[in-house]
């Protein structure tokens, strides 16, 4: 009898395992999650409150907007929060749409700019790239597509502000292809700009959107026309639509028809033309997103592949956030699911310490609240307190050993040495960057031949937030002196004694240690660099490096 037992209980044991698997799959396979990525003032904002409003997450225009503008102290945001009910300070926003999950991820793009930025599109699976359509590609535009393409995470770009005078769309497309490189698929095209801005074609429909300025109306429909020959149009505007036929008719000669597969291996980019403000082509962004957009992938450790369908739970850290209200010094490390399923209360595996913690107060960021998570599948992104024993690039899992991988560091552009005014904080200084440096807020070079720290950032605004933490958080006055250096690459060689021979050589007083323990070569101009590379060609400088 104690055999049949068993059987019974096995069977059932396979029922609830194989709902658990369909149920995961239903999960992952309505999840999308994307970053938005633009040069300053292109209409990111924008974009993403319209984002929030089309899908009803938000009713008021101005609450992402109020965020940006910055001029509010750390507690009005609270107080803005509690009254409207959202999390206006939370970088990642959930929201369903057509029975999909978005999960959008801000990249901060101003003059916060920092390492934070790139490490947040190592969480994504698509990104949407706005562009402003009288400035054409932009500096930031360009690195932030360069980091996309690491992983070839698949763009779609919303040519906003058509409502302004633009430059010709043909030549922004043109740009697109050769600055960025990426082939061009007009999904849209604009009638006319400014005040003579009509409306979009649709290429792929065959239909016609009338443009209307304004934005009370989130859901506001514009007016559809079917066909690029219906008379209606010569009638509503007979100069634009000759245009139209015959840019139409170049743009299908010159440009790649659209091809889903070269979108999802990110060699191809389908373009909508519109305007955020007025609300004007959002909600094909959206369809878009969820249409074209990937959904959660496979994603690479270091034993193996792991997708995002299987049962066991992992995710990774990829980016820790100071806790805005000072009455708690914890700080949120955001964790991207990559597989499983996420239980409230459930035991996790902290790879690198090989410690098991439990997590029972993570947060997940609904758009409208901030509210506890119940569950979370590949693609969401919980937030852990951190009590200062995560990392960036720090994996979990129920129990496997699996570090992912792709999570990077890049070679910092801005270097300043740390020095203190009272001596007696040098053990503190040396503990507070160790700290700040292992969460990602800054880099810390030790070099070889001096006791110098020298401090390494890829946005200056980053020497500015450790400042201010190393005196808040580590009772440390810290004044940061520019120096010579001027780029950093870490240093690799298969060959121990040429590494050794490397170090002994004039180069070697550039040498200096990470805050990992990884080697790394810092220059003092393009053409010192340049030259040491050509003089030791078997040593590989690395801008960038993984996660220890
Ligand atoms: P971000 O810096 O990329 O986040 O850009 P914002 O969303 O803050 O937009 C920058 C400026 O462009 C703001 O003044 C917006 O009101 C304006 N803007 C955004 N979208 C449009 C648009 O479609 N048309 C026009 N004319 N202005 C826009």
Redesign the pocket.
Known sequence: SINIQDDSNESENVIVKKVSTDLIRKEVARRRTFG?I????????????KLLMFSGAIQLAGT??AR?SGRHATSDWMEIEKQRGISVASSVMQFEYRDHVVNLLDTP??QDFSEDTYRVLTAVDSALM?I?AAKGVEEQTIKLLNVCRMRNTPIISFV?????ETRDPLELLDELESVLKIDCSPVTWPIGMGKTFRGVYHILKDEIMLFTPGSERADQEFEVVKGIDNPRLAELFPLEIEQLKMEVELVHGASHPFDLEAVLAGTQTPVFF?????N?GVREILNALLDWAPAPRERNASVRTVAPTEEPFSGFVFKIQANMDPAHRDRIAFLRVCSGRFERGMKLKHLRINRDIKVSSVVTFMASSREQVEEAYAGDIIGLPNHGNMQIGDSFSEGELLQFTGIPYFAPDFFRIARILNPLKTKQLQKGLQQLGEEGAVQVFKPIVSSDLILGAVGVLQFEVVASRLKNEYGVDAVFEGTSISSARWITCEDKKMLADFERSSAGANLAYDAAGNMAYLASSGVNLRLTQERWPDIVFHATREHA
């Open positions: 938005i633009s040069h300053p003032d292109a209409g990111k904002t924008t974009l993403t409150e992402v907007k940006k793009g101003h706005v402003d906003n502000k058509m409502d302004r519109g305007s955020a403000i007025n004007f």
